[in-house]
C-alpha cells in the first residue's frame, strides 16, 4: 500500500524487537520487553562459559599436578598417586555412606526442594491484594535475600537443636540436613521474586480477559497466569540450582563430610604435605565445574528459548 511505512526491527541489548507494521506500538513494546527481562535477571548471577574454559581448566590440572609431582619427596606416594588413591573417597566417602560429593548433591537437591516450595508460596503472597500479607512476604523476601549464606547457615546450625524430644521418640538431626535448612532459606527468598516477576511480567490484559470471563482470582492464578510463568521461572529456577550446588561446600566449615571436608581429611592422612594441596582443591574445583557447566550451558539455552517475546 502507497504511504505506507513499515518500521524496521530495532536491536536492544539482550532483547530481539520484531518488525511491525504499527510503529505506535513499539515504544510500550520495549519497555515490556525491558521489564520482562530484568524481572526474570534480578536477583541471578549469569553463567556464561564457553567451552575453551574445559582446555583452560584441564591444562591448568595438569601443570599444577607436574609442579606438585616435581616437587614431592621420592621417597613418599606422589601427589596423583595420592589423589588416584583418594578420589573414591573424596567423591562418595566410605562404602555404603553418603558421604563427599555424593552429599553435596543431596544438600543441593533437598535445599532446592524446600527452598522452591516455599519460595513458590512466599512469591505468591507478594502478589497478593491483602497488604499485611504483602508486606510481610516482602520483608521476609529481602531479609533472607539480602543475608550472606554463610552468616545463615552458621546461626542454623548454632540455633537449631541437635536432636528433637517428642516425648515418646527421639529424633536426631544430623549436620547436613541443618545445612539443607541453611541453604534453604536464601534459595526461597530468590525463588520468591522469580515467581514475583514472573507472575507481574504477564501483560494486564491477561487479568482484565479472565476478569471478564467471571473467572475468580483463585481461577486465573492457577488456570491462566501460573502456567504461563512457568517457561518464564524454569530458566532462572535452575540458574539458582547451580549456584547452590557450587555453594554447598560453605558446610564444610560446620563439620558436614561433604567433599571439601573430606578432601582436607585425606591430605591429614597424607600427613598434610603441602604439594599435596594444589591437587586437591583443584580436583575439587574440576568435579564441580564438570557438574555444573552442563547445567549452565542448559540454562542459556533455555533462557534464549523462552524470551519473552511481543
Not at 110 to 115: I, S, T, V
Not at 167 to 176: A, L, Q, R, S
Not at 254 to 272: C, K, P
Request: net charge positive; aromatic share 12%.
Amino acid at each position: 500500500m502507497l504511504g505506507r511505512k513499515t518500521a524496521r526491527s530495532r536491536e536492544i541489548p539482550g532483547v530481539t524487537v520484531p518488525a511491525t507494521d504499527l510503529p505506535v506500538l513499539l515504544p510500550a513494546g520495549e519497555r515490556a520487553q525491558r521489564q520482562a527481562m530484568l524481572e526474570r535477571r534480578e536477583g541471578t548471577y549469569r553463567l556464561n562459559p564457553q567451552p575453551r574454559h574445559i582446555l583452560w581448566l584441564m591444562l591448568l590440572f595438569m601443570f599444577v599436578c607436574g609442579t606438585a609431582q616435581a616437587a614431592s619427596n621420592p621417597e613418599l606416594r606422589g601427589p596423583l598417586e595420592a589423589l588416584w588413591a583418594w578420589t573414591p573417597f573424596i567423591l562418595w566417602g566410605q562404602a555404603w555412606e553418603f558421604n563427599g560429593f555424593a552429599l553435596n548433591l543431596i544438600i543441593s537437591f533437598l535445599a532446592m526442594a524446600l527452598g522452591t516450595v516455599a519460595g513458590a508460596a512466599l512469591g505468591l503472597m507478594q502478589v497478593s491484594l491483602l497488604l499485611p500479607v504483602r508486606a510481610g512476604s516482602w520483608v521476609v523476601t529481602q531479609f533472607f535475600r539480602n543475608s550472606p549464606w554463610l552468616v545463615l547457615l552458621f546461626c542454623i546450625m548454632l540455633l537449631f537443636p541437635f536432636e528433637i524430644d517428642l516425648g515418646f521418640t527421639v529424633i536426631p538431626v544430623p549436620d547436613w540436613l541443618k545445612a539443607v535448612i541453611g541453604f534453604s532459606l536464601p534459595v526461597m527468598a530468590n525463588i520468591s521474586e522469580v515467581v514475583r516477576g514472573a507472575v507481574q511480567s504477564l501483560p494486564t490484559g491477561q487479568w482484565e480477559s479472565a476478569e471478564s470471563l467471571a473467572f475468580s482470582r483463585r481461577q486465573t492464578m492457577w488456570m491462566i497466569i501460573l502456567p504461563q510463568c512457568i517457561k518464564r521461572m524454569i530458566p532462572p529456577w535452575i540458574n539458582w540450582y547451580c549456584i547452590l550446588a557450587m555453594a554447598t561446600p560453605l558446610c564444610s566449615i560446620m563439620g558436614v563430610e561433604e567433599a571439601v571436608n573430606l578432601a582436607q581429611q585425606a591430605m591429614v592422612a597424607e600427613d598434610s604435605r603441602p604439594e599435596l594441596l594444589a591437587p586437591f582443591y583443584l580436583f575439587l574445583l574440576v568435579i564441580f565445574f564438570i557438574y555444573c557447566y552442563p547445567i549452565a550451558r542448559w540454562t542459556i539455552a533455555l533462557e534464549r528459548r523462552y524470551t519473552v517475546k511481543i
